[in-house]
């Protein structure tokens, strides 16, 4: 089944984004705690869409983004890292780890669900 | 004694502060539970409004293929023509402007590009031999009444651009408006080409249809006077495959 990957310390954060995102687009919603089970996810999931949180502790959002970007099954996934401090720089280390977007908390729970919508085939997306 | 009472009131306070984080967690749990049911919420409502847009977007394709079909029906050779010259058009401009492609718009004027064949009576419509002039004059009237007739529907106000401009030349000798160049819409330009390959390209009583290769051939022959020469380098660089399976497929 086609999944999506929500990783945030905050088991709150990781409630609320699922809840936000349950059954909208036929995805399969993954969770993980920290950086290092987000990776042991990701193995065992393949996810097209990863909501990554940059502040965590063991290992952060810009190292994991790195790790799933090596990994052939997640290299072309969508990565959305969500962090609470924005700024140029922040947002340029990002990038550079391979993000795809850069969510700013508190982030816009309606931008999650077009995202997962868009990469879910509406009819416009999917094309003819 | 006093000591016992030391002892009793710290008992005492410990007591009520366990009670206070007590309250707390609960409050804090309450307020979780609460913002959950607004993400919910806000999810089954977007599921619900996506759903009504694809409804709409169904009824507006409906629409379109039952304006589609009142053309068709009076014209039994076209046959599936709109449908292929949609395909077409649609393969060559996700090949020149991936984003016009994905505009639903531009499929909608392919296939209704003739529409305004609706006004043409039968006797000049389906006429074997060549057109008297005030005769050409009325079929070639059918790409603004075709626009008349599209214009006002909001979700085809692009669309009717393709209908109305369907037979401009990149020279500027076309009609109605005699537009040229890139004053002609793209998806206009696109379409004119298109339009040329499936006539070429499609068995007709009299003859049967071109080979691909020809009519590759006479195209860029039209390049830069009837052809914008962008839109046939597109077309060349589109393999003969996917080209031929429009071709031969059946409605």
Redesign the interface.
């Known amino acids: 089944m086609r999944s999506v990957l929500i990783v945030d310390d905050d088991p709150?954060i990781l409630?609320?984004i699922a809840?936000?995102?349950?059954?909208?687009a036929g995805f399969e919603l993954a969770q993980a705690p920290d950086g290092i089970q987000a990776l042991e996810v990701a193995k065992l999931t393949s996810p097209e869409l990863v909501f990554l949180d940059l502040d965590m502790p063991r290992l952060d959002g810009f190292a994991v983004c790195r790790r799933l970007r090596e990994e052939p099954r997640t290299a072309d996934a969508t990565i959305v890292m969500l962090t609470a401090a924005a700024g140029d720089a922040v947002e340029r280390e990002a990038e550079e780890a391979g993000a795809d977007l850069f969510l700013t908390k508190p982030f816009s729970?309606?931008e999650l669900?077009r995202l997962v919508?868009e990469l879910g085939g509406?009819?416009?997306a999917a094309?003819? | 004694m006093g000591e016992t009472v030391g002892v009793e009131g710290k008992r005492e306070e410990l007591h009520s502060l366990r009670a206070e984080l007590r309250d707390q967690r609960r409050e804090a749990e309450e307020k979780?539970r609460q913002?959950?049911r607004y993400?919910?919420d806000?999810?089954d409502t977007?599921?619900a409004e996506?759903a009504q847009a694809?409804d709409l977007?169904a009824n507006y394709v409906a629409t379109v293929r039952a304006l589609t079909n009142a053309v068709e029906a009076r014209d039994a050779y076209t046959g599936a023509h709109a449908d292929r010259v949609a395909s077409y058009g649609?393969e060559l401009t996700?090949r020149i402007d991936p984003k016009l492609?994905?505009n639903?718009q531009v499929?909608f004027g392919f296939l209704l590009h003739d529409v305004g064949k609706v006004a043409i009576p039968d006797g000049i419509l389906h006429k074997a031999d060549d057109l008297r002039e005030d005769e050409q004059a009325l079929m070639r009237r059918h790409p603004v009444i075709g626009w008349e007739i599209v214009r006002g529907i909001e979700f085809l106000a692009e669309a009717a651009q393709i209908v109305r401009h369907h037979h401009e030349r990149w020279d500027g000798g076309g009609y109605p408006d005699g537009l040229a160049g890139e004053a002609i819409p793209l998806a206009a330009r696109i379409f004119s080409v298109v339009d040329t390959l499936d006539a070429m390209t499609t068995d007709r009583p009299y003859r049967p249809g071109a080979p691909l290769a020809q009519a590759r051939t006479e195209i860029r022959g039209m390049a830069g006077t009837q052809f914008d020469p962008a839109v046939v380098d597109a077309l060349d660089a589109i393999p003969d495959e996917p080209l031929e399976r429009i071709r031969t497929r059946s409605r």
Request: neutral net charge; charged residues 35%; hydrophobic residues 35%.
């Open positions: 709150f409630k609320l809840t936000t995102l349950e059954d909208v729970p309606l669900l919508d509406s009819p416009a094309g003819h | 979780e913002l959950q993400a919910s806000l999810r977007f599921k996506r694809e977007r649609l996700r492609a994905h639903p499929e």
